[in-house]
T-cell receptor, first 116, second 113 residues
Framework: DTAVSQTPKYLVTQMGNDKSIKCEQN?????MYWYKQDSKKFLKIMFS???????INETVPNRFSPKSPDKAHLNLHINSLELGDSAVYFC???????????????FGEGSWLTVV | QQQVKQSPQSLIVQKGGISIINCAYE??????FPWYQQFPGKGPALLIA?????SEKKEGRFTISFNKSAKQFSLHIMDSQPGDSATYFC????????????FGKGTKLSVKP
């Protein structure tokens, strides 16, 4: 079974559309993330949720809205898609122990979003 | 401002050779330094990680060397194999950051047979 699974894997859509990417983890982790990897392969965190609570919200346009219905799921909804949103979006998860950095973060296989 | 600088951008090594990728960081609050390996079409996967209280960590053919005073760390891949061909990312995070990894820009490694 895939530990961190995302759907869809590929998504091609037109500018202005609204789309969602779903993520589920079956590792029992309490923290989930969305990372964005641009065309130059640069990886940057977008959001972090711990126990369904938003912890990190990097400077991401408010067209991006994460939603965590429970600890095992973190979905990403994107409104009014723009050409620059084309990227690979990775969901990830970890078990965060209080005041201890360094827990392994497990990544999903990515969702390739192409806006045309 | 890039907090973790990685070099080289790409690297070609012959099979059996040593691959070396370097990273430098700015923020002295970082206390966890992982390396991630990413194959085409896949997500990054943790390869090896180190904390600043040790200067070296070895796992099989992979070694991290860490120089706290210079704020630099590097990945050495001994006896490089074609199957090691991938993109490697160094990263850093700080205590209490909920695992927020700051990534380097990646190094594309090609190991020629």
């Amino acid at each position: 079974d895939t530990a961190v699974s995302q759907t869809p894997k590929y998504l091609v859509t037109q500018m202005g559309n609204d789309k969602s990417i779903k993520c589920e983890q079956n590792l029992g982790h309490d923290t989930m993330y969305w990372y964005k990897q641009d065309s130059k392969k640069f990886l940057k965190i977008m959001f972090s949720y711990n126990n369904k609570e938003l912890i990190i919200n990097e400077t991401v346009p408010n067209r991006f809205s994460p939603k965590s219905p429970d600890k095992a799921h973190l979905n990403l909804h994107i409104n009014s898609l723009e050409l620059g949103d084309s990227a690979v979006y990775f969901c990830a998860s970890t078990h965060t122990r209080a005041r201890v950095a360094g827990n392994t973060i497990y990544f999903g296989e990515g969702s390739w979003l192409t806006v045309v | 401002q890039q907090q973790v600088k990685q070099s080289p951008q790409s690297l070609i090594v012959q099979k059996g050779g040593i691959s070396i990728i370097n990273c430098a960081y700015e923020n002295t609050a970082f206390d966890y330094f992982p390396w991630y390996q990413q194959f085409p079409g896949k997500g990054p996967a943790l390869l090896i990680a180190i904390r600043p209280d040790v200067s070296e960590k070895k796992e099989g053919r992979f070694t991290i060397s860490f120089n706290k005073s210079a704020k630099q760390f590097s990945l050495h891949i001994m006896d490089s194999q074609p199957g090691d061909s991938a993109t490697y990312f160094c990263a850093a995070s700080m205590r209490g950051s909920q695992g927020n990894l700051i990534f380097g820009k990646g190094t594309k490694l090609s190991v020629k047979p």
